[in-house]
């Protein structure tokens, strides 16, 4: 008994209440449940992308981009690739670094390297967002938040080999240290946050704002502090960007590559690729051949009402995320991974709980529809049908 109320000690301290940490692992649990009935059962046509040995090494949830990190995981970033061709160059480095390491120490298989630092990353991050929640709503309304989360249509790349985990995970905790005025853990964090993926730079406006809540004894706001917050993540983006074409003395190498996926290479150009891409979906119905496209544009108008929610409510930080979570991809041109990059903007989903709060018959209809979108995406993805 003594060891169980240890063990027990241990998850709560570093995983949050134990039934929060048994959760996730349910919820694991039966997303993959879930991937081998959509694959093995449902009549959905699974597609082959990869060569058969590689489709049989690969997880169910790992897809897509899973593919690059793989490569980098493997054999690390390569040479830079012929004109018009996509490459890993485009990947930040953070995520198939460190499952490298585990990669390269212990001889794991590259996914499995991935997926270890992915759940690693996730229960660790869910108890950060549990944590938060408390202090913001109270326990109930934060058991609501997590629901709200792991319901989301997309919130099957919290589970696969994608950087989505560790991206979130360094949000919480770079918030968490800028509010509570810890400048060189905030710049730490922040450092590991845009050497993850390049939606630092909507973060980044975000931590400066939350920097400037807490005021110094004598009234003054933190300038200097809040500065500091900001500029690390999006500066670390840039010396990436950059940095990555200074190593194979090719300055542009990640605007080239890029290009690879059709992406703007500049803000106006992305805008006006991600306004005709709605026009073609929209006006000449593509959505009738798939209805996912209609989850990039909905997912798009849900995080823009609830901006305004955070607006009204004054909570200038949560709304200057929401509003660059939706902009950065219209800058790039991308409209079919909305869905994938809004789902981190943890602060969505307390305002979900917040706003729903004493109308529990609206939550369980919003979780139910929710849910089924989740499943629904998540039986897509695991046949290689595109999702986000």
């Known amino acids: 008994m003594r060891a169980l109320e240890k063990l027990v000690g241990f998850l709560g301290r570093h995983f949050g209440p134990p039934r929060l940490f048994l959760a996730v692992a349910a919820w694991v649990l039966a997303l993959g449940a879930w991937g081998m009935v959509a694959r093995t059962y449902l009549p959905i046509e699974h597609r082959l992308r990869w060569e058969i040995p590689l489709e049989l090494r690969a997880p169910l949830y790992a897809k897509f981009d899973s593919g690059w990190y793989l490569a980098i995981i493997e054999w690390g970033y390569g040479k830079p690739p012929p004109d018009g061709k996509p490459s890993n160059h485009a990947f930040f480095p953070l995520y198939p670094t460190v499952s490298k390491v585990l990669h390269d120490t212990f001889a794991m298989d590259g996914f499995h390297a991935g997926l270890v630092v992915t759940y690693l990353c996730l229960f660790l991050a869910m108890s950060l967002f549990y944590r938060e929640g408390v202090e913001r709503l109270g326990d109930r309304d934060a058991a609501a938040s997590v ?219 919003w979780w139910i529809l929710s849910g089924g979108m989740l499943l629904a995406a998540a039986a897509r993805f695991v046949n290689w049908h595109w999702v986000a």
């Open 147 to 365: 629901a709200f989360f792991l319901l989301f249509p997309t919130a099957f790349f919290l589970a696969a080999v994608y950087a989505e985990s560790m991206f979130l995970l360094f949000a919480l905790l770079a918030f968490r240290d800028t509010r509570r005025a810890q400048t060189a853990k905030s710049a730490l964090w922040g450092l590991l946050l845009g050497l993850t993926r390049a939606s630092a730079l909507a973060v980044a406006p975000a931590l400066f704002l939350a920097a400037l809540e807490k005021r110094s004894a004598d009234g003054r706001r933190p300038w200097v502090r809040a500065f500091v917050a900001g500029l690390v993540p999006a500066a670390t983006v840039f010396l990436w960007i950059f940095g990555i074409g200074w190593i194979y003395r090719e300055p542009a190498l990640f605007f080239r590559s890029m290009q690879g996926w059709h992406r703007g290479t500049s803000s106006l150009s992305g805008v006006a690729a991600w306004v005709l891409s709605m026009k073609v979906r929209f006006v000449d119905a593509d959505w009738k051949r798939d209805p996912t496209f209609v989850l990039d544009y909905g997912a798009a108008l849900v995080f823009a009402a609830v901006g305004v929610y955070q607006l009204v409510k004054k909570r200038w930080a949560d709304a200057a995320w929401t509003g660059g979570a939706i902009t950065l991809p219209m800058t790039t041109g991308l409209s079919g991974g909305m869905p994938r990059f809004l789902m981190v903007v943890y602060p969505v989903y307390f305002a979900l709980a917040e706003g729903s709060r004493g109308r529990p018959r609206a939550r369980l209809v």
